[in-house]
């Protein structure tokens, strides 16, 4: 097995910018030396036993190798996030990668794509859902998306979009997934 380059993408603010970094030096995932993986810290459901390195370099470096990943990345990276078919494409990509990495590691699904494709996809992990349910109450109710994908990334984005939508309409500001990130983790 080839290298497996980990990174805790928040223990502080100066590697929160090395998952875009490592997703620059390898944006394919079919090269056994340049397989990673992204905020191994903000995995919450790693067995006791199980070292970060062992997780990734057993199960995922291996399913990665073997999947479609690289052009489910593509796809999501040719839409164009402002689109009426971005929505679309954001769910399904999400949804298969969810699949890839099973249900139990859906934030690492979304902190892999989010890192590839930092403009469409929003990092749902513990944190952030902790953090959005505490702003979306003073928000309002968002409506669920009508694409079929993974139901709690469908639910998350929704708010995403309604907390997106508020502060473009009430602020003025534009909110990218990664800044919308850093506010709900500055929220906790």
């Not at 892999?112 to 494709?117: D, E, M, S, T």
């Not at 959005?132 to 929704?158: E, N």
């Amino acid at each position: 097995m080839g290298n497996l380059i980990a990174v805790d993408a928040l223990s502080n603010s100066a590697s929160n910018n090395s998952p875009n970094d490592l997703c620059c030096d390898y944006p394919t995932h079919t090269d056994a030396d340049a397989i990673y993986a992204a905020s191994i810290e903000r995995r919450s459901n790693k067995k006791e036993e199980e070292t970060p390195d062992s997780f990734y370099l057993s199960q995922v470096a291996p399913a990665v190798q073997a999947s479609g990943l690289d052009e489910w990345i593509d796809e999501a990276r040719s839409a164009d996030p402002d689109s009426d078919t971005a929505l679309g494409v954001m769910i399904k990509v999400h949804k298969l990668t969810v699949d890839l990495f099973g249900k139990d590691n859906r934030s690492l699904a979304s902190n892999c794509l989010h890192f590839h494709v930092p403009g469409l996809f929003y990092i749902l992990d513990s944190r952030a859902e902790k953090a959005m349910g505490a702003l979306i109450g003073s928000l309002g109710k968002a409506g669920r998306p009508t694409t079929s994908g993974d139901p709690k990334y469908c639910g998350f984005v929704a708010k995403c979009g309604l907390l997106k939508s508020r502060c473009e309409t009430e602020f003025g500001i534009r909110l990218s997934p990664r800044k919308l990130d850093n506010l709900l983790l500055a929220a906790l």
